[in-house]
């Protein structure tokens, strides 16, 4: 009895020995099994945007734009770019999915960035674009494509009355220019005036900025300075005013004494002075 009582024993513990040694595998097997998982997790956060780098872009109409999204962690998922205006898949990866031939994908293998290039972008292809990854479900990044054209505007035009003797003042203002204008050309007649010519008390005062403001100032008008005035800026469109210079009439459009109320930075008063230097 004794001894079929020690066999159960050493049954028993071989058993239970068996279940622990199992047990204990199956933890590590669990463990083994879920440890990269949680690795990965801690490591790898999947794709995201750097905004930082994903931002709204402001082209210059007929100038090529460019948009830019930075994705991290990518791994093999695919980039995409949707125009939101009519939800239309422009490009995914590096391959084009429009007849337009303005759209085009660029991508380096050796950066995180995806470019989404347009040639000869016009007002109309201002709005929306999204930056679309393949992860399950989707991600993406919205930018704003605002495309502008400069504009030029001559203040008091089309037409300028001005009184024989008193001073011309040409304001020519280049607004939504996404960089100053390099130079801004001035033309009489279609003939680039002329600084240093015999006539004397001409000038250009340019200040450059967001908004450019050129003054053309032409002392002591005399009837020959009547005609088509010209601002010409490197990069927006040109822009006219007829002024005429008169002796005794008074039309209403005339300038009141012969100078232009200020709408922009430099004063009037800096004007003033400059105008009296010329005639000292």
């Given at each position: 009895m004794?001894?079929?009582?020690g066999?159960?024993?050493?049954?028993?513990?071989?058993?239970?020995?068996?279940?622990?040694?199992?047990?204990?595998?199956?933890?590590?097997?669990?463990?083994?099994?879920?440890?990269?998982?949680?690795?990965?997790?801690?490591?790898?956060?999947?794709?995201?945007?750097?905004?930082?780098y994903?931002?709204?872009v402001?082209?210059?109409?007929g100038?090529t734009?460019?948009?830019n999204?930075?994705?991290h962690?990518?791994?093999?998922?695919?980039?995409?770019?949707?125009?939101?205006?009519?939800?239309?898949?422009?490009?995914?990866g590096?391959?084009?999915?429009?007849?337009?031939?303005?759209?085009?994908?660029?991508?380096?293998?050796?950066?995180?960035d995806?470019?989404?290039?347009?040639r000869?972008?016009?007002?109309?292809?201002?709005?929306?674009?999204?930056c679309q990854?393949?992860?399950?479900?989707?991600?993406?990044?919205?930018?704003?494509?605002?495309?502008?054209e400069?504009?030029t505007t001559?203040?008091?035009?089309p037409?300028l009355?001005?009184n024989?003797?008193?001073?011309?003042?040409?304001?020519?203002v280049v607004?939504?220019?996404?960089?100053?204008?390099?130079a801004?050309r001035?033309?009489?007649?279609?003939?680039e005036?002329?600084?240093?010519?015999?006539?004397?008390?001409?000038?250009?005062?340019?200040?450059?900025?967001?908004?450019?403001?050129?003054?053309?100032?032409i002392?002591?008008a005399?009837?020959p300075?009547s005609g088509r005035?010209?601002?010409?800026?490197?990069?927006?469109?040109p822009?006219?005013?007829?002024?005429?210079?008169?002796?005794?009439?008074h039309?209403?459009a005339?300038?009141?004494?012969?100078?232009?109320?200020?709408?922009y930075?430099l004063?009037?008063?800096?004007?003033s002075?400059?105008?009296?230097l010329?005639?000292?």
């Amino acid at each position: 009895m004794s001894l079929l009582f020690g066999a159960i024993g050493v049954l028993a513990l071989v058993t239970n020995t068996g279940c622990t040694d199992n047990a204990n595998g199956l933890v590590a097997n669990l463990a083994e099994a879920e440890y990269p998982d949680l690795e990965l997790g801690l490591a790898q956060r999947g794709p995201h945007f750097d905004v930082a780098y994903s931002r709204n872009v402001t082209a210059l109409v007929g100038k090529t734009a460019q948009l830019n999204c930075r994705v991290h962690d990518l791994g093999n998922r695919t980039v995409s770019w949707i125009r939101h205006r009519d939800i239309h898949l422009l490009t995914s990866g590096r391959m084009t999915y429009t007849s337009d031939q303005r759209f085009i994908s660029v991508h380096n293998p050796h950066t995180e960035d995806w470019i989404l290039k347009i040639r000869f972008p016009q007002r109309r292809d201002s709005g929306v674009y999204e930056c679309q990854v393949g992860t399950t479900p989707p991600i993406g990044h919205r930018m704003y494509l605002s495309v502008v054209e400069p504009l030029t505007t001559i203040l008091g035009g089309p037409e300028l009355f001005i009184n024989m003797g008193s001073t011309i003042n040409l304001t020519c203002v280049v607004q939504h220019s996404p960089e100053p204008p390099p130079a801004i050309r001035w033309t009489h007649n279609d003939q680039e005036i002329n600084y240093d010519s015999p006539r004397g008390g001409v000038s250009v005062i340019t200040e450059k900025g967001e908004t450019t403001i050129s003054h053309l100032l032409i002392q002591k008008a005399k009837v020959p300075d009547s005609g088509r005035y010209t601002c010409a800026p490197a990069n927006a469109n040109p822009r006219s005013v007829l002024v005429h210079v008169l002796s005794g009439e008074h039309p209403a459009a005339m300038q009141h004494g012969g100078q232009l109320r200020l709408q922009y930075p430099l004063s009037a008063a800096l004007l003033s002075v400059i105008v009296a230097l010329m005639g000292c």
